[in-house]
């Protein structure tokens, strides 16, 4: 056991955690902390407001599969950084946010910069925690790294009085950490396991309807082969991209309200529905009564609480999809009545029928002359990053037509607010995904709105080398709210307009980044090539047809059959 | 359908308002709540009364355990139990009805706990139908004030 000071004691923990980077901006409350820092070998990379920092583990998270870790400061640094933690927490991010806190003496005093921070993140994180008493500082930081990483994960707040983090404390070592009020279930039940596979044995029109718990628990491996083994079609959510390779002849892409015509046709279609980490989102679901009508559903998830949720459930599996899906894979190769040959030649009248709808339907747009297409963008996108670049998003049309039409063939390739669909996410988050791996192309694609949420992060970006790419899909529009009042209040666009917005070539110079802009069609390729050559931070601002619309679309409250198409 | 859930979760700061959050949060009701430390000073235990469908309880039930500082919840209407409230009701007493009340608070075996020229307050102990029974037969009478400290309950010993 060694004595230190509670600064001291947080540093070892995170380096005892693996960290090696984290995301902050410093204040009174934590300047213990940041003292301490100058002298460790954590990277602390200074963001230009906390909700970018937030943002920045949470995409280092999610490309990573580690804990990401940002550092905020009491007051108005920790309630800037909420926005981002609830972002986490819709989509089970692990992160693990530290805040300063007034001292102990001071709090519930009205103190300068004193927020009760605990109160206001209970409902946006997994647990949190304000440290009294400097005995308990560094189990709650291991205890935090725990609740973040494991079972379904979630953000995770420790609130750090000034005068617990000066104290000293002992440091002991860390012990394998047992919680009586938490055992996050990994097994799948093997009875259930078996029910499962029988019911897809007698299915005729089986989808699979995977969603962000097939990332999140490293599954798409075993997806993948339970997929192929079964010869059975996979729809995903907008969380769920990357989880089964989008460019295999069984991925239907994305279902839902924006989902392609062939998903939400097999859905409503289908006779058995497994969903793997996945769950039932109004935005998947459309009308309720009108979703799967027709399917047993098998559903797979390690959170208790998403089963029968809002839809009911037939054969739950309350488990880790990796766990549960190789449980089924291994169900299926010891089964003397299974038949791979057999099973594909049993689904191939249903993934005719799968084929047809994809055919008859494709995602698609309307070619306009010169004018840019913002799919055609995002198809280029595709094309010149060979399919394997992280992508981050904005929110908005941009991130459908992100979702629609850029192929994920990988998991975390993918990092887009989902859940809460924060404008603002995309840079931050990109910076957080760059820093964590230098040599991949990250490419934030963006809306001429969004980019605004969170545009001081090019500061971030240039300061830390993180050479990641902004591509402004500019229809100079909120466009997706604009597209509501297009369709549903007769045109009539209040506040959507964007009348005034900066010149983004000129505002990337401004910042020591490079500005290209693309005004024509055959200024796109040349732009995002230039764009991927070039050693720094580059905004693409590409002029795109203004009023382009995102389809298909099911209108809020519709069946999901109910489409209205290009 | 009212249902009784009894709720262990450690005794920290702010465990309560997890469990009570989540009950605004999320649209679900609470009839009464009622917490207290247990044996061990660590665990509260809570008893808590809602209503809601099927489907509504499994959700709450979920979602509580989900919750961190929370312990253990069980449906304990699920079986047989036994469950009590008090009250404390300030009833008026004057000439003509003091000796009425003092009656009915007997047969209900309440008892005075408070008396002044005007009123009696009796303190009654019992299931929740016993407590609305003496509410409903003091009311004609003249409740003045009434204090409720909603329902505790426990699951009865299995019988073997
Ligand atoms: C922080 C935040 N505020 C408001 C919204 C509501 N909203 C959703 S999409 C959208 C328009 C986004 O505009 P832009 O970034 O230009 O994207 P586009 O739809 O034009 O591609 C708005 C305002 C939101 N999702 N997030
Ligand atoms: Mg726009």
Known sequence: ?566 | MKHTLSVLLQNKPGALSRVTGLFSGRGFNIESLCVAETLDPKISCLTLVTRGEEQIIEQITKQLHKLIDVIKVSDISEGEFVEREMVLIRVKAEAATRAEVLRIIDIFRGKVVDVSPSSYAVEITGPESKIMAVIDILRPIGIKEIIRTGTIAMARAPKK
């Open chain 1, 1 to 566: 056991m060694t004595k230190m000071t509670g600064a001291q004691a947080i540093i070892k923990c995170l380096q005892e955690e693996g960290v090696s980077t984290i995301f902050g901006f410093p204040g009174g409350a934590v300047i213990d902390l940041y003292d301490e820092l100058l002298d460790s070998d954590i990277k602390h990379v200074l963001v230009r407001h906390e909700q970018g920092a937030v943002h920045a583990a949470d995409g280092w998270a999610r490309a990573t599969g580690e804990v990401g870790v940002a550092l905020l400061t009491s007051g108005p640094g920790a309630t800037n950084g909420v926005t981002a933690i609830a972002t986490a927490y819709m989509d089970s991010i692990p992160i693990v946010v530290l805040t300063g806190q007034v001292p102990t003496a001071l709090i519930g005093n009205d103190a300068f910069q004193e927020v009760d921070i605990v109160g206001i993140t209970r409902p946006c994180t997994k647990h949190n925690y304000l440290v009294n008493d400097p005995k308990d500082l560094v189990p709650t930081l291991r205890e935090a790294f725990y609740l973040a990483s494991t079972g379904r994960p979630g953000p995770v707040l420790i609130d750090l009085p000034k005068d617990v983090v000066a104290s000293m404390v002992n440091f002991n070592k860390k012990k394998k950490i047992k919680m009586q009020t938490y055992q996050p279930h990994y097994d799948p039940h093997p009875g259930q396991v078996e029910k499962a596979c029988k019911a897809i044995m007698a299915a005729k029109r089986p989808v699979l309807y995977i969603g962000g718990g097939v990332i999140l628990s490293n599954a798409h491996r075993e997806l993948t082969e339970l997929a192929q083994k079964l010869n059975v079609p996979v729809t995903m959510t907008l969380m769920g991209l990357g989880g089964f390779p989008g460019t295999d002849p069984l991925s239907l892409g994305m279902l839902g309200m924006h989902g392609s015509y062939a998903s939400n046709m097999a859905v409503a279609k289908s006779d058995l529905l497994i969903a793997v980490g996945a769950r039932f989102d109004d935005r998947v679901t459309g009308r309720l009564d009108a979703f799967a009508p027709h399917a047993k559903i098998i559903h797979i998830d390690i959170d208790p609480t998403s089963i029968s949720k809002n839809v009911k459930v037939d054969i739950p599996i309350v488990a880790d999809c990796r766990s549960a899906l190789r449980g089924m894979n291994a169900w299926f190769d010891n089964c003397d009545t299974f038949d791979p040959t057999a099973s594909k030649k049993k689904h191939a009248p249903w993934l005719n029928e799968v084929n047809e709808w994809q055919e008859k339907h494709p995602l698609a747009y309307r070619d306009n002359g010169d004018v840019i297409k913002p799919q055609y963008v995002v198809q280029m996108i595709n094309e010149l990053t060979g399919g394997d670049a992280i992508i981050t998003t904005e929110v908005g049309q941009n991130q459908m037509w992100a979702a629609q039409f850029y192929k994920f063939n990988e998991p975390r390739h993918l990092l887009t607010s989902g859940g809460l669909g924060t404008m603002g996410y995309g840079l931050p988050a990109a910076i957080g995904a760059k820093m964590a791996f230098p040599d991949k192309t990250v490419i934030d694609i963006a809306g001429d709105g969004s980019i605004q949420m969170n545009i001081q992060e090019l500061a971030t970006a240039r300061q830390w080398g993180a050479k990641v790419k902004v591509a402004i899909l500019n229809n100079n529009y909120l466009g997706m709210v604009r597209q509501w009042q297009e369709l549903f209040y007769n045109r009539r666009y209040s506040a959507t307009p964007m009348e005034i917005t900066p010149d983004f070539v000129e505002l990337a110079r401004a910042y020591g980044a490079v500005g290209l802009r693309a005004r024509t069609k055959d200024e796109v390729v040349p732009v995002i090539r230039e764009a991927l050559e070039t050693d720094n931070v580059v905004i693409m601002d590409f002029a795109i047809e203004r009023e382009e619309g995102v389809f298909p679309m099911v209108p809020a409250g519709k069946a999901t059959t109910e489409m209205l198409l290009v």
